[in-house]
């Protein structure tokens, strides 16, 4: 297969750029006054996600503000359990909730996944390609099932995951059935986002990095393995970014095992250690700190020029450690990208 002409689903294939490719995680949010405007417009974050032609909108607002490499899918994680028929709402101010919360085999017995719930996002997926500028590469995504079922055992984000934890421990077999529904459920939601169009997509553990390397190699890699290989049976051609936040001395057997086109590697994560240690020429991804973004000046310079040093010898496309913040000033993202593509 010849390389894409798109930089950053080149470097994904393993084609290292003279420039790194960027774009942000959480790029299509909060921070920018023209996505409140609509999220205020819609009433709310679900009316928003629910609303193909909004949620299309949304994802190339920062294509066309700061003309990104990459643009990722507008929706959230927290789809495929609304899919699985768990009641998802956003409380104001504070976060998603999920009900019931599944701590029992009765709550999870109910769980199957809704024929065309997730219509709407491949119909997001449909409309950003037909507006798609062509040298801009389309993320899908997922969350990791490990994630997303610590969400829907709290039922909202947990502190340290503890009750996803706890559960792993005290009946297994129910935690491994809990994450094969959530992994065949993601594997027919990006399999769909590939048919409607997407060209990569990424896996986000968000939060891996609370579990002991036994468990991470059960609940983390082994699922992330499967889900990979259904992948590659049915649409080879597609990368797979995994982004599985926290690993730190994990990472290494994650990109070792899971079959991963490329790995996220987070702001904890030292990148000249990152690049010693993991597979030579596999695509990494990262790792600016988004608070070194919010910092900008001197402080985003310097961290922006030891991350382009570290990875001068592999495929790199340049993100942040973890979504940007709400409080991030436009002008810092300006002069990273000005920065990363040796303008300033
Ligand atoms: O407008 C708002 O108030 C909603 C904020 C928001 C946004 C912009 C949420 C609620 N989700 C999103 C979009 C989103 N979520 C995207 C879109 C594409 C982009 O990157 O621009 C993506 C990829 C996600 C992924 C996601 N959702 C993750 C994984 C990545 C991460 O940040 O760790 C997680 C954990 C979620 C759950 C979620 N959704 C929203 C919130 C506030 C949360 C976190 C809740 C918590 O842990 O308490």
Same mark, same amino acid.
Request: glycine content about 10%.
């Given at each position: 297969?010849?390389?894409?002409?798109?930089?950053?689903?080149?470097?994904?294939?393993?084609?290292?750029?003279?420039?790194?490719?960027?774009?942000?995680?959480?790029?299509?949010?909060?921070?920018?006054?023209?996505?409140?405007?609509?999220?205020?417009?819609?009433?709310?974050?679900?009316?928003?996600?629910?609303?193909?032609?909004?949620?299309?909108?949304?994802?190339?607002?920062?294509?066309?503000?700061?003309?990104?490499?990459?643009?990722?899918?507008?929706?959230?994680?927290?789809?495929?359990?609304?899919?699985?028929?768990?009641?998802?709402?956003?409380?104001?101010?504070?976060? *998603?909730?999920? %009900?019931?919360?599944?701590?029992?085999?009765? #709550?999870? +017995?109910?769980?199957?996944? /809704?024929? =065309?719930?997730? &219509?709407?996002?491949?119909?997001?997926?449909?409309?950003?390609?037909?507006?798609?500028?062509?040298?801009?590469?389309?993320?899908?995504?997922?969350?990791?099932?490990?994630?997303?079922?610590?969400?829907?055992?709290?039922?909202?984000?947990?502190?340290?995951?503890?009750?996803?934890?706890?559960?792993?421990?005290?009946?297994?077999?129910?935690?491994?059935?809990?994450?094969?529904?959530?992994?065949?459920?993601?594997?027919?939601?990006?399999?769909?986002?590939?048919?409607?169009?997407?060209?990569?997509?990424?896996?986000?553990?968000?939060?891996?990095?609370?579990?002991?390397?036994?468990?991470?190699?059960?609940?983390?890699?082994?699922?992330?393995?499967?889900?990979?290989?259904?992948?590659?049976?049915?649409?080879?051609?597609?990368?797979?970014?995994?982004? *599985?936040?926290? %690993?730190?001395?994990?990472?290494?057997?994650? #990109?070792? +095992?899971?079959?991963?086109? /490329?790995? =996220?590697?987070? &702001?904890?994560?030292?990148?000249?250690?990152?690049?010693?240690?993991?597979?030579?020429?596999?695509?990494?991804?990262?790792?600016?700190?988004?608070?070194?973004?919010?910092?900008?000046?001197?402080?985003?310079?310097?961290?922006?020029?030891?991350?382009?040093?570290?990875?001068?010898?592999?495929?790199?496309?340049?993100?942040?450690?973890?979504?940007?913040?709400?409080?991030?000033?436009?002008?810092?993202?300006?002069?990273?990208?000005?920065?990363?593509?040796?303008?300033?």
């Amino acid at each position: 297969m010849s390389p894409s002409p798109k930089p950053l689903l080149a470097t994904l294939q393993g084609q290292k750029q003279p420039i790194p490719p960027v774009w942000l995680m959480r790029q299509a949010g909060r921070y920018l006054p023209e996505y409140r405007a609509l999220r205020a417009e819609k009433g709310g974050f679900l009316a928003l996600v629910n609303d193909s032609e909004a949620s299309a909108e949304v994802t190339l607002q920062p294509i066309r503000r700061f003309g990104m490499d990459g643009a990722i899918l507008f929706s959230d994680i927290l789809v495929v359990p609304m899919a699985l028929g768990q009641d998802l709402w956003f409380e104001t101010g504070e976060g *998603p909730r999920l %009900a019931p919360v599944v701590q029992a085999r009765a #709550a999870l +017995e109910g769980l199957e996944a /809704a024929p =065309g719930a997730l &219509e709407p996002v491949y119909e997001t997926v449909r409309r950003v390609v037909a507006a798609l500028p062509s040298g801009t590469t389309f993320l899908g995504f997922a969350g990791s099932p490990w994630t997303v079922a610590t969400y829907m055992i709290a039922g909202q984000g947990s502190r340290e995951q503890s009750e996803a934890r706890r559960l792993a421990y005290r009946d297994p077999v129910l935690m491994r059935d809990l994450i094969d529904r959530i992994e065949t459920c993601t594997i027919d939601y990006l399999l769909g986002q590939i048919a409607a169009g997407v060209e990569a997509v990424q896996l986000f553990d968000s939060w891996s990095g609370s579990l002991s390397p036994v468990q991470f190699e059960q609940w983390v890699i082994a699922p992330t393995a499967r889900i990979i290989a259904a992948l590659k049976a049915k649409a080879p051609q597609v990368p797979v970014i995994g982004f *599985p936040k926290g %690993a730190g001395g994990k990472l290494p057997a994650y #990109a070792r +095992e899971t079959g991963v086109d /490329a790995v =996220g590697v987070d &702001e904890t994560v030292d990148p000249a250690w990152a690049h010693v240690s993991l597979p030579a020429g596999l695509p990494v991804q990262g790792n600016l700190d988004p608070l070194a973004l919010i910092a900008g000046g001197v402080v985003l310079d310097e961290a922006v020029d030891r991350i382009l040093a570290a990875f001068t010898d592999r495929p790199h496309v340049f993100n942040l450690g973890h979504g940007i913040q709400q409080d991030t000033p436009i002008a810092h993202v300006e002069q990273l990208l000005a920065r990363v593509r040796g303008e300033r």
